[in-house]
């Protein structure tokens, strides 16, 4: 009787979180997707059974399938209809501004809320989480929390708004006066870093310490696990080949790649990189059409390769079997931390960090040992760094992360770190 009574009262004791989030599968981007994806799986373990809220599939400019079937079977998922301005509402590829604010998915709004009320008086969910860094999913989330009284988890991951970004003065003050909505009728604000976290104190002061926490991102030792089960042990490049890799997208301003171009044009005119001994592959940059003329001008054309989207489990794959990892991100950056550097920590290859030496991720670098970080503004320093990883790399002298270290970071942990946070707020 006790057993069966225990049974009674786990059933009775778990709740619902109600997540809405734009990258949900079948959307194919890079790590970005795999927050949301793998709280839906491990929140279940602390308690708490999700339902997502998403938008329709057609807004998404490249799908796959490859990753639906990670989706826990018993996980509710609603699509509400929505559009990309951009794509669907664009005359002769031009529209409206206004369409397009806070963000080109503003169509999901009107959908989703209906949906989401609907998703609540179905399956009385406890909280709501929405997720950034689509806006609108906060937009959706502060509609839902105002007609439903829940409490209200928003999950802002980066900045929403910063001195001079988003770099256009109508969308930094529709975002901004978004943002001061969201941090006052919210529970919690979410960030994947603590500058971010200190950032927002300091500008709504107005506000105690209980209204900002901090859950990193991380990576997951299921799907790891996976791609190494199905490794190919053949090395990337060519004999005498080191093959550098860098994994999603590479935003022109935010993660500039030019002084990285720069750098390698340099070394080959110089005679000290060829594509005999180099092979630098940019998987999934989201920008090709911008870096070919560029890659094609400096002449590196055969050393630089920009690859298309893959498969969530082929990308790992990659990652494991490339000589080293390239990391970018700029000093607008400096409160952030790319997602995937969690990724290549696990990865457990040598990484060559191009970043601002004053940020957040070098700071990151540098607690678990990487040597190889390079300011990446500077041509010289890329360089320099980049033929010291090279020499120890041939010399075999260059390892990747520690398992220990990168142990620390799993998705798993990050779940139970949301888990004791909702606890908290639904008390």
Known sequence: MK???????????????????????????????????????????????????TISPNAYEITSPDQLK???EDVVVE??????????????????????????????????????????????????????????????????????????????????????????????????????????????????????????????????????SVIENGFDEENFLDAEANLDSLPLGDAGQITLVHSGVLYPQERDPRPFFAALAK????????????????????????????????????????????????ALREMLRADGLLLFQGSVCNHQIPAKIYEYYRAGKPILALVDPSGISASMLREVGVPDIADIASVENIAGTLLSLMATLKEGRRTGVSKDAAAKNSRKSRSAELANLLNTVTA
């Open 3 to 53: 057993s069966g009574m225990n049974i009674i009262t786990q059933m009775q004791a778990r709740k619902r979180l109600l997540i809405v989030a734009y990258h949900f599968p079948p959307v194919r981007v890079s790590s970005g997707i795999q927050r949301t994806l793998k709280f839906c799986t491990y929140l279940r373990e602390y308690g708490w059974d999700p339902l997502v809220l």
């Open 70 to 72: 990670e989706i826990p």
């Open 79 to 212: 699509r509400a209809f929505g559009l990309d301005t951009s794509r669907h509402l664009a005359i002769s590829g031009k529209y409206f501004q206004r369409m397009a604010q806070p963000d080109r998915w503003i169509s999901w709004w009107p959908a989703a809320v209906w949906t989401g009320m609907r998703m609540i008086k179905t399956h009385k969910p406890a909280a709501i989480m929405s997720t950034f860094p689509i806006a609108t999913a906060h937009r959706i989330g502060l509609s839902l929390q105002k007609r439903s009284g829940l409490p209200w988890i928003a999950d802002f991951r980066d900045s929403m708004t910063e001195p001079g970004y988003p770099r256009d003065p109508v969308t930094w003050k529709i975002q901004r006066k978004l943002e001061a909505q969201v941090v006052k009728h919210c529970a919690r604000a979410v960030f994947t870093t603590e500058p971010t976290r200190q950032m927002y104190a300091e500008r709504y002061p107005e506000y105690d310490d209980a209204r900002w």
């Open 267 to 314: 070394l080959k005119d110089d005679g000290k990189v060829s594509a005999l001994n180099l092979r630098i592959i940019l998987r999934a940059t989201g920008s090709d059409g911008l870096y070919q003329p560029m890659i094609a001008e400096l002449g590196i054309g055969d050393i630089v390769c920009l690859e298309p989207v893959v498969a969530y489990r082929d």
